[in-house]
């Protein structure tokens, strides 16, 4: 039974703490175990997955490309994203009660929508790097400079928190007088503005506007660059270029396709019966396939790995070859 925690404003009182209701239906205390130690599971795979690409970009020359540059910050900001969910789904699978402050959960909601936002923005820059490296190679290094790159990820961060700062400042002052029983497994916008007591139509029809401009404007962008690309591609006399060319662009596309569609879904046409199962697929499923999909499809990473294989078992020099 949960219990509402409160501060006496007035008449009214004031919710000072959530309880997440989870996917709704009682859980063993085995299954509770077996959540956790998935969860946990589930979890270090993403850090140890994210973090070697990370290291690999940085500690190799072959990688200070655009490309790998802008897909190290992807890892990062994945690594980052999922930290601000997956936690604290594990604390609450061992939890009955399932309880989260106000403060807590302002909190996660803003850095779950920073983080993803930055991605949205990052894809679409990572699109546009692919589409000057295919339709204008011969202008690739005057156009992807250092400080452009530099520039561009400057953005990302930048235009993340400009868009999503207001909203949530706004959410924070809106008042919460109960119930506190929020019918998700972490603070998202929509569950949490049906808990508020002032009227939430305006902020909801600026949320619906945000996140189509994010979701559907970095999706355009996407869209239009790759529609350049395929383009460019089949111009290609050579059938081991077009290839070649395919496959420099195959994971980012995976990768755009998984993360925009489980988005869509959420926020721009939301269906109250798929929702969180959507939400699982993008707080877990996606960040944990991301870095097999770009090193299980990428031949470059694919050799630096073999490499450093061979190096740590200590292989022959014509073992080491690739």
Known sequence: MGVISSLELGNKSRVTEFILLGFGFPVSPVLQIMSFILLLLVYMLILTGNTLIIALICTNSHLQTPMYFFLGNFSFLEIWFTTSIVPRMMLDSLSETKLISTAACFSQLYFYFVLGTAEFILLAVMSFDRYVAICLPLRYETIMNSRV????VIICWGGSFLIITFPVAFIMQMSFCGPNIMDHFFCDTTPLLELACSDTRPLKLANFIIASFTLLGSLLITLFSYMCIISTILRIPSTGSRRKAFSTCASHLIV???????CIFMYVIPSIGLNKMVAILNTVVTPLLNPFIYTL??????QIMKGIACKILRCSPTAHKT
């Open 297 to 302: 499809r990428n031949e470059k990473v694919q």
């Open 149 to 152: 790159c530099f520039c561009l």
């Open 256 to 262: 755009v396709v998984l993360i925009y569609g489980s």
